[in-house]
């Protein structure tokens, strides 16, 4: 299983983007529905953290308290993508955005995840 993260850039406070996850190489039965996706991010000198999680098969859902009102999470079954749409972006929001296939355990931590894409960068200006 590979992942592409893509949408990252530059914005300033209060604004929005929305960053991609493209998955790709699934075997039947375990196609892309078959696994739940997440968004973790890691701001220079700090730990990756979870952020969010989606199960593409039945759209569960899960945020960190942090982002909760603010970040959206989607799934584009027909295109095996998973969408972070991020609104009234902060400063604090300022990390490398990466996206994970999920095992097994809780959704919060990186060793619940499997596969890891490659990262893209959101910097927020103040």
């Known amino acids: 299983v590979q992942l592409q993260a893509s949408g990252g850039g530059l914005v300033q406070a209060g604004g929005s983007l929305r960053v991609s996850c493209a998955a790709s190489?699934?075997?039947?039965?375990?196609?892309?529905?078959?696994?739940?996706i997440g968004w973790f991010r890691q701001a220079p000198g700090k730990e990756r953290e979870g952020v969010s999680c989606?199960?593409?098969?039945?759209?569960?859902?899960w945020y960190a308290d942090s982002v909760k009102g603010r970040f959206t999470i989607s799934s584009d079954n027909a295109k095996n993508t998973v969408y972070l749409e991020m609104n009234n972006l902060q400063p604090e929001d300022t990390a490398v955005y990466y996206c994970?296939?999920?095992?097994?355990?809780?959704?919060?931590?990186?060793?619940?995840?499997?596969?890891w894409g490659q990262g893209t960068l959101v910097t927020v200006s103040s």
């Open positions: 989606i199960s593409p098969s039945d759209g569960d859902t």
């Open positions: 994970a296939v999920y095992d097994s355990g809780s959704v919060r931590y990186t060793g619940s995840y499997t596969y």
């Open positions: 190489g699934f075997t039947s039965p375990f196609t892309f529905e078959y696994y739940s």
